[in-house]
């Protein structure tokens, strides 16, 4: 019997003009005979921290009285609330954490009295109570997970992302004589290194498929509203050629989501410079 098969290796991007695009995982990036675990290819975990600022619906006692969020009952056969029910079909794989609580967001000195809301972005994933400053010597901890993207980042090639969808002041005191940087990141690298927002879009995208080209080719390119795909076509011609079909179809997908995010964020730009007014 002879194997034919092709490898592919999981860290294999489609690179052209101005863009690096990374792979879904592929059939083809299991070696023939090859159990997946013990290889390169083994799907990476991936962890995703969100924040809901000023609480969320559920946070309050009626929430809490009427378990909009927690489930009535522990173990395996929890009965889903209201907000957690469309989360129903994945039951084998959710964990519900309660009865969590964070007391560094509380107040520790008459001083800090009435500042919860200054602090408790800076407390989310840090469970560190910040130093009470408006200067550059701000203090917290070190966020979870910065701590999962020191151990488990490293083969990516961005180790983390911090996005937000609000612009928050990272210089000056917000109130309470606390640093406005402690209303807004989530993320810090260290206890004294807030991690910056990425709030456009447009450079979030950038930042996760393109590559090279200096800044006045990549203006190019999205003022004549050409797509990031289009520098690698002539690579995954050459590629989808070394491909079953099922991956064929897997990779075309994929390619199609991307390039879908990319749609709708040339059409908020193009609505943004249009002056006109956005429902929301």
């Known amino acids: 019997m002879f194997i034919t098969k092709k490898h592919l290796s999981r860290r294999t991007v489609l690179r052209g003009m101005g863009a690096t695009v990374a792979m879904p995982f592929l059939d083809a990036m ?45 173990g395996a056969d929890f009965d889903f609330t209201m907000i957690l029910k469309p989360l129903e079909p994945f039951r084998d794989y959710l964990t519900v954490v309660t009865h969590t609580d964070l007391p560094p967001a509380e107040a520790w000195s008459a ?72 209303s807004g990141p989530i993320s810090w690298s260290s206890p004294t290194t807030p991690m910056p927002l990425t709030i456009d879009p447009r450079m979030a995208f950038e930042n996760l498929f393109g590559d090279g080209g200096s800044p006045g080719e990549r203006a190019a390119r999205q003022k004549a509203n050409r797509s990031i795909l289009d520098g690698i076509m002539r690579e995954l011609g050459v590629l989808q050629k070394d491909l ?37």
Not at 46 to 62: K, P, Y
Request: negative net charge; charged residues 20%; proline residues 4%.
């Open 111 to 182: 001083a800090e009295e009435g500042a919860a809301h200054f602090r408790s972005s800076a407390v989310f994933l840090t469970a560190a109570h910040p130093k009470q400053t408006e200067a550059s010597d701000v203090l917290a901890g070190t966020s979870i997970d910065q701590i999962y993207a020191q151990q488990c980042g490293q083969d990516t090639p961005l180790p983390s992302l911090q996005l937000g969808i609000e612009n928050v002041d990272a210089a000056g005191a917000c109130g309470f004589n606390y640093a406005c940087v402690y």
């Open 30 to 74: 299991v070696p023939a005979q090859t159990v997946l675990r013990k290889t390169a290819a083994q799907p990476r975990t991936r962890l995703a921290c969100i924040e809901m600022v000023h609480g969320c619906a559920g946070s309050t006692q009626d929430g809490i009285d009427k378990h909009y969020w927690m489930p009535t009952s522990g």
């Open 244 to 280: 079953g079909t099922r991956d064929r179809h897997r990779l075309d997908t994929y390619l199609e989501s991307v390039r879908e995010i990319e749609r709708r964020i040339q059409k908020i730009e193009q609505h943004n410079a249009s002056g006109l007014h956005r429902e929301l």
